[in-house]
């Protein structure tokens, strides 16, 4: 929409450079441009604004397939207005001097055109095509049909219209029919995911197995090797034994021959210290028997006095002093005193 302020009476409209403004006054054409900028009186003026920019047309409509269903039918179609002078001729571009509104809706018009153009070319196809196809290959074949039929159509070019490109985005049944559609290849889906399913847990299963069987290998082995460890710590308890047993052996036999030898050095002992002493005591016998009887007297007594407690002082009567004098042969008085 163009762009118009006013100033003492005058207006003056200033354009975008994808808007081409034809000006009319008085019937004459005075400006005819994309683009364009002037002054102007609102009362003598005719301003007709016809975008000349790529224009996007989205559209939805249903058609019929050749097995009686009901499909949606989803395309956009990019026109361009290449021949401003002709579309304004045709159509009804003008706008207000005041505001710049368009007085109709021209661009409604072209789009009912190109849909119904669209629509028309988009049945013919689709009538003689069943559902499975028109799924399978009918946006090719409808995008081919509509920019074919919309190229050979002659209001366009009077129109001053270019059709630019044509997309068909999608054709859809009803959504019981999709469904129904839908289900054999979710079957199979099904079928796959459960196949899958089935070969991961017999990979699983077998996985296990051999797991299984390796631990059991594994147990077999130890317990094997355990077997050889106890054989094994039975040879070495009974070696032991009898290691031990014959170093008992060698040491009672040492023990024993070591008690001999010291028995018999003992017996030699006691034999030697016996003759030395009967040889000591025969001849303390040959020298007592040589000795008179006084002087074993004198011995025994010495021996006694030996034998017997420390004594600091002894009083004897005269009696017993006479008796003892006289049995050692002493008859003196100043002694007896």
Request: hydrophobic share 40%.
């Amino acid at each position: 929409m163009a762009d118009i302020t006013r100033r003492f009476g005058w207006r003056h409209l200033r354009s975008a450079p994808t808007a081409h403004i034809r000006h009319h006054k008085r019937g004459e054409l005075c400006h005819d441009g994309p683009g364009l900028s002037f002054w102007y009186r609102s009362l003598s003026a005719a301003l007709s604004e016809v975008p000349v920019n790529d224009r996007e047309l989205a559209m939805a409509f249903h058609a019929r397939t050749a097995d009686f269903q009901d499909v949606t039918v989803q395309a956009t179609v990019t026109y361009r207005i290449s021949d401003p002078a002709e579309a304004a001729a045709r159509l009804d571009f003008s706008v207000d001097p005041d505001t710049g509104v368009w007085r109709s809706a021209p661009l409604e018009q072209i789009a009912t055109l190109l849909t119904e153009t669209a629509q028309q070319h988009t049945l013919d196809v689709l009538a003689r095509t069943p559902l499975a196809t028109a799924l399978v290959d009918g946006v090719a074949s409808v995008r081919e049909r509509v920019a074919s039929g919309l190229a050979a159509e002659p209001r366009l070019p009077a129109t001053g219209i270019d059709v630019v490109a044509v997309r068909v985005v999608a054709i859809r049944p009803e959504a019981e029919v999709e469904r129904a559609l839908r289900t054999p290849a979710r079957e199979q889906i099904q079928q796959e995911a459960d196949r899958a399913t089935y070969e991961r847990r017999a990979v699983a299963v077998e996985r296990e197995r051999t797991i299984a069987e390796n631990e059991l290998a594994s147990q077999i082995e130890l317990a094997r090797r355990e077997e050889q460890l106890v054989d094994q710590r039975g040879i070495n308890a009974r070696r032991e034994a009898e290691e031990k047993s014959a170093a008992d052996g060698v040491r009672t036999e040492a023990e024993a021959d070591r008690k001999v030898r010291l028995a018999r050095a003992e017996a030699e002992a006691a034999r030697e210290i016996g003759s030395a002493r009967a040889e000591a005591q025969a001849a303390w016998l040959r020298a007592h028997a040589e000795v008179d009887a006084g002087t074993l007297h004198a011995l025994a007594a010495t021996r006694l006095a030996e034998n017997l407690p420390r004594i600091d002082s002894l009083t004897l009567s005269p009696d017993v002093l006479t008796g003892l004098l006289a049995r050692l042969g002493r008859t003196d008085p100043e002694a007896r005193a």
